[in-house]
């Protein structure tokens, strides 16, 4: 099992830019599939970016496709998601998530993101 800490979370106004960060610990991520995640109020949870084992690979939910970015650190056990040009739409609680094989088997708390207009 791995744990998993997100962090960078906070206010920031419309067009600004933040950078989350995922810490991992218990066991190293350089066997995870690694993704991130949000959930806005009163909305289900959707897919927002995923990074295979080496960073090679990523995906991106459309909404968010040329405006952010995921990237990994293997030595740091460490998972990023560079976002820029942030829209009021971007507002949610950003979750962390690690995947063995094909599923998401381990999650952080989450880290609350709010764009102002």
Known sequence: QVQLVESG???V???GSLRLSCAASGRTISRYGMG???QAPEKEREFVATINLSGANTNYADSVKGRFTISRDNAKNTVYLQMNSLKPEDTAVYYCAA???TKWSDW???TLVTVST
Request: proline share 0%.
């Open 36 to 38: 991130w995640f949000r």
């Open 108 to 110: 952080g708390k989450g």
């Open 9 to 11: 979370g906070g206010l």
């Open 13 to 15: 106004q419309a067009g």
């Open 99 to 101: 995947a063995y094989g």
